[in-house]
């Protein structure tokens, strides 16, 4: 009798000691929880592509590490059709660009990736201060004149005796394609007699310094800028209003392609940048909200 009563002991006791070294062991323990009480996200995002979008991609980054901790965020400029290029071969996560990915990929390579719309860019032209307290306003063939190096000195435009300086970008910029379609009626840039720049910082630089330039920058890149002077197109100036009634013509839609399966990280990224309570932020950082588009055509 005393030998099954200890044998029923042991059992008891041995069965109590798994239980507790069960409960310390890290199977059991709760999944990381991140300061907004969902589920952590963890790995990395890399992008590329329009230099005009990125400001308005790092400010997103930037707000959603502060739940996001554990997300690696790796952004770079280059333009449009190096992001598309990159995102299509899998170098990156993100392509961001200017354009819809079928004007700088063949159709095949396009169809692949998933396009997520995040706001609208205006295009203004900009021209150095000295040249800006001038010459205020462009026609659209003055402006094709100017571009294409018909037209060489600002007298010709009623500007003062002085030599234009063109300030342009490579051919993968979509900010470049967005002003040759809308703003030079598809005219091709007088490469030869500019200075070029795929940085829009640099380029606002570029035109700032030197006497004479004219260039052309996403408007976020003129907030709060004094450096250079806006040009009107005939005589209808490069605002938000504007764009949002149709009557400036130089804008476009901002994109973020992917493939069509992304990680997890990029996919809540995309989600945070295109959602309501982040787009709060959009027209305070110079873009476009597309929801405010008046006019039908699709850019």
């Known amino acids: 009798?005393?030998?099954?009563?200890?044998?029923?002991?042991?059992v008891v006791g041995l069965a109590a000691l798994m239980a507790v070294s069960a409960a310390g062991c890290g199977s059991s323990k709760p999944a990381t929880k991140a300061d907004n009480g969902k589920a952590a996200l963890s790995g990395s995002i890399t992008g590329s592509g329009s230099s005009a979008l990125l400001p308005l991609v790092k400010d997103a980054a930037a707000a959603f590490k502060k739940d996001n901790k554990s997300v690696a965020i790796s952004l770079n400029a280059g333009g449009s059709g190096t992001g598309l290029k990159q995102v299509a071969d899998g170098s990156v996560d993100m392509g961001n660009s200017d354009v819809p990915a079928e004007t700088k990929l063949a159709k095949d390579k396009a169809e692949k990736l998933q396009d997520h719309k995040v706001c609208v860019m205006t295009v203004a032209a900009i021209v150095n201060n000295d040249i800006g307290k001038v010459v205020k306003s462009l026609t659209a063939q003055q402006l094709q004149d100017v571009?294409?190096?018909?037209?060489t000195n600002w007298k010709e435009v009623g500007g003062p005796d002085e030599a234009i300086v063109l300030v342009t970008r490579p051919k993968t910029s979509g900010t470049r394609a967005l002003f040759k379609q809308y703003a030079i009626n598809g005219a091709e840039e007088a490469e030869n007699k500019s200075l070029q720049t795929d940085d829009s910082g640099l380029l606002v630089q570029s035109v700032a310094q030197n006497p004479g330039a004219i260039g052309y920058v996403a408007l976020p890149y003129l907030l709060k800028n004094d450096k250079v002077?806006?040009?009107?197109?005939?005589?209808?100036?490069?605002?938000?209003?504007?764009?949002?009634?149709?009557?400036?013509?130089v804008w476009g839609y901002e994109h973020i392609y992917t493939n069509k399966s992304p990680k997890a990280a990029v996919m809540a990224f995309i989600k945070?940048?295109?959602?309501?309570e982040y787009g709060k932020r959009i027209e305070e950082l110079g873009y476009g909200i597309s929801s405010k588009m008046q006019t039908k055509e699709v850019h």
């Open 1 to 10: 009798m005393m030998n099954k009563n200890l044998k029923k002991m042991l």
């Open 147 to 151: 571009f294409t190096a018909k037209v």
């Open 229 to 249: 002077k806006t040009l009107a197109i005939d005589k209808v100036e490069p605002t938000l209003a504007n764009t949002y009634s149709g009557k400036y013509k």
């Open 272 to 276: 945070f940048i295109t959602g309501s």
